[in-house]
């Protein structure tokens, strides 16, 4: 919704689908650790049997998280400058699910969360990733609580509603965003966990 009406979005998501592609750094990485019956007959990642796995292994979600999280950043990060050098002027949005998790929210001085009640949030990942209740419930266990994020927020988009609703919301905050830019990363340049600007 933000991305229609003029924002750029670094989506953490899409990068860590990218960087886990047959023949990547972090996929040469993960096949040393992981048994064959973790990829397909084309060397694709079975991303829900890793996500089922890493759920139910503490020990295997440290080794895959320290194989992944620092190229997603490093990722983020380059994006995040050759976008503000080609296009100062747009909105840019970073998507990061696990923001807290991986106590990156410290570096944002603007946070937005689209908000869900919990039982919803575990209703919608079971449908969207065709997994049980159950299976959701584990997943999000690696979470935050969603009440937590909604605290630690500062601008909560309400998704429970209808698509107008919604959208109405994001008008809302696009207003702030554009005419109140206030939404800004701190000192992004000296305080990014990968350090210095990218040359």
């Known amino acids: 919704m933000l991305e229609k009406r003029g924002a750029y979005i670094i989506d953490a ?61 490093k990722t983020m990060e380059r994006l995040w400058f050759e976008q503000t050098r080609l296009n100062p002027k747009t909105v840019k949005i970073f998507d990061i699910p696990l923001l807290f998790e991986v106590n990156l ?7 937005i969360l689209v908000y869900v009640p919990p039982k919803v949030q575990i209703e919608r990942l079971a449908k969207r990733d065709n997994i049980t209740i159950d299976e959701a419930v584990q997943a999000l266990s690696m979470q935050l609580p969603i009440e937590e994020k909604r605290s630690k927020s500062h601008w909560i988009i309400d998704n429970s509603s209808t698509l107008e609703d919604t959208e109405a919301q994001v008008d809302k905050l ?15 340049e000296k305080e990014w966990p990968m350090g210095k600007k990218l040359d």
């Open 13 to 73: 998501d899409i990068i860590a689908r990218k960087i886990l592609e047959p023949g990547t750094k972090c996929w040469n990485k993960l096949v040393k650790i992981l048994d064959p019956s973790f990829f397909d007959s084309e060397g694709n990642l079975k991303r829900g049997k890793l996500r089922k796995a890493i759920a139910q292994n503490p020990d295997l979600r440290k080794t895959v998280n320290s194989i992944t999280h620092p190229e997603i950043v």
């Open 105 to 111: 929210h410290n570096f944002f001085s603007f946070i």
């Open 174 to 188: 696009w207003h702030h965003l554009v005419v109140i830019p206030s939404g800004r990363v701190k000192n992004f």
